[in-house]
């Protein structure tokens, strides 16, 4: 018989990631917890669309993670930039942060991020998808050199960076939960984490 997540009531609360957006996103949230980077191979899988890789990678990195603190509550998370179908991760470097910019002048992406919550002594486990739609403006060569020369975005998803500069390429964002698009949908994670048995306020 699993035990009951809520019991204890005051887990470890467990970072899986070793991004530091979502630190700090997480760290609005005031409460203690620890960080652990997990060993997941992000390689998408044949035809595998943004949604659906974005989904696995999150609880593929929260069970990781889970496995080696079974008694904590963990937070696993993953970002993938959606153009049409097609899935665009971190470029890495400068040539192929170019690149991305000028696919995504003019057009409109989906950022899939997707967030788990897992606690294996309790069997606990939510999975969720925070889709955010941004519409790029219609950049120029030199905009985008300046931005990356400025910013140096390489290790975010679709090369843009919104919570700096880089909300001086976009003409509109929707979303239903706002830090989604920084790396963490804080909302969908407050409401897991309360699920799993953890006081949030």
Do not use: W
């Amino acid at each position: 018989m699993s035990e009951s997540p809520f019991v204890p009531a005051t887990r470890p609360l467990v970072l899986g990631s070793s991004s530091r957006y979502r630190r700090e996103l997480l760290s609005r949230l005031r409460l203690p917890f620890e960080i652990a980077v997990p060993d997941v191979d992000e390689t998408p899988g044949l035809r595998e669309l943004p949604p659906d890789l974005a989904l696995r990678l999150a609880l593929a990195k929260a069970r990781a993670v889970a496995a080696r603190f079974p008694r904590a509550v963990v937070i696993g998370s993953d970002q993938v930039a959606d153009l049409d179908g097609e899935p665009m991760g971190k470029p890495g470097t400068h040539e192929n942060a170019v690149a991305q910019l000028r696919r995504m002048r003019g057009r409109s992406v989906v950022f899939q991020t997707a967030v788990a919550v897992v606690c294996a002594a309790s069997g606990f486990e939510q999975l969720e998808l925070a889709p955010v739609h941004v519409r790029f403006r219609q950049l120029s060569d030199e905009e985008i050199q300046a931005y990356l020369d400025a910013e140096q975005p390489y290790d975010c998803a679709g090369s843009a960076r919104s919570e700096g500069l880089g909300i001086a390429l976009l003409d509109a964002i929707e979303s239903d939960d706002p830090t989604a698009l920084v790396g963490l949908p804080l909302i969908r994670t407050c409401r897991m984490l309360r699920a799993a048995g953890l006081k949030v306020l």
